[in-house]
């Protein structure tokens, strides 16, 4: 029982952090469940299942606060629940973990850009998104195989490109609904779903969250918003990339 209330309290931090800046649910989630010894896909397969409910949850809040464009919603969406399909079926067949050092350098530049962007002198230009649908595809993509990313590369390279933080992250959200259903579905019909346990923990945690972490990101003023991704993104990235080292020098 005891377990559960850690899970709880684990899936309202992870949603918290999420529905306000846009990332980090799955990676917090993923992280725990791997320090327990849980298999890469088996972890994967039960946050993408919490994932289903506290995405609905905080996508719904962002509708209703007016976070959402619409547009770059299903422009995200779609693409990004193919490329989820595709990455959670790679991942029952082979580990995807030696992708992991290469995203994070991705992610670690993408995070300094975003950070000069909040400090620039000027307010951030807001232009229309740019190859938004591959963007998805390989967010949806990566987000399955790593068991999280979803929000570090999507909600990432629209704030680095100067989408309006607001919007980025209540749409990135709302969309990251449609591609862990699609995700949980296929493994699901692969692996199976076992944890049941953790994987309430965490669902319950995360609907809690969700209204407030949606108001945080409607409240807060955008440069604050790019800052936090901004820091986030280097933090995780530096993390993960220092952790393939350590590995790789331990004869």
């Not at 959670?88 to 975003?114: Q, R």
């Not at 490109?161 to 992250?169: H, L, N, S, V």
């Not at 995700?183 to 969250?209: C, N, Q, R």
Request: hydrophobic residues 50%; contains cysteine; aromatic residues 8%.
């Amino acid at each position: 029982m005891d377990e559960i209330f850690l899970y709880v309290a684990i899936g309202f931090v992870a949603q918290m952090i999420d529905g306000a800046i846009g990332m980090a649910y799955g990676v917090t989630a993923t992280s725990v469940l791997l320090s327990t010894g849980v298999p890469p896909a088996t972890a994967s397969a039960c946050v993408h299942a919490a994932e289903t409910f506290t995405t609905g949850a905080s996508g719904l809040a962002h509708w209703k606060l007016g976070n959402v464009d619409r547009q770059l919603l299903w422009r995200l969406a779609l693409p990004g629940a193919i490329g989820g399909a595709i990455g959670a079926y790679a991942l029952s067949e082979f580990d995807g973990d030696t992708l992991k050092p290469f995203i994070s350098a991705y992610l670690l530049l993408l995070g300094l850009v975003i950070i000069r962007k909040a400090l620039a002198t000027r307010p951030p230009e807001t232009p229309e998104p740019r190859s938004v649908a591959p963007l998805g595809f390989f967010g949806g993509l990566l987000d399955a195989i790593g068991g999280g990313g979803w929000g570090p590369i999507v909600t990432s390279s629209l704030l680095g490109q100067g989408a309006t933080p607001r919007y980025a992250i209540g749409s990135v959200n709302f969309a990251e609904f449609f591609v862990t259903l699609t995700i949980s579905t296929t493994f699901f019909l692969t692996v199976g779903l076992s944890l049941w346990p953790i994987i309430a923990g965490l669902i319950i945690g995360g609907i809690i969250a969700a209204p407030f972490a949606a108001l945080a990101a409607k409240r807060i003023p955008p440069k604050l918003l790019m800052l936090a991704v901004g820091c986030v993104i280097i933090g995780l990235s530096a993390t993960t990339l220092i952790r393939t080292l350590n590995k790789a020098l331990t004869p």
